[in-house]
């Protein structure tokens, strides 16, 4: 049973977080290519969130946004 621990602990070590250690070790070169990932999920999340905002305003705009008091069950 302690083998299969091992391995599992090979496989994160010596596989999966080679691209972490790699940019680990950017970071101390070049802060800018050592955040790229987080810049990437920033241009994600700013497209999604434009996306939401003109999809609500279209709804708004063709008026089937319900805004009564009492439009929703909890209120």
Not at 44 to 55: A, D, E
Request: contains cysteine; charged residues 20%.
């Amino acid at each position: 049973m302690k083998d299969f621990f091992i391995a599992i602990q090979d496989l994160f070590e010596s596989v999966l977080f080679v691209p972490f250690n790699v940019l680990r070790e950017i970071e101390l070169e070049n802060w800018w290519i050592a955040n790229f990932v987080t810049w990437i999920f920033l241009v994600i999340l700013i497209v999604c969130f434009t996306y939401w905002m003109l999809q609500l305003k279209t709804f708004n705009d063709n008026g089937e946004e319900d805004k009564s008091i009492s439009s929703h069950s909890y209120l």
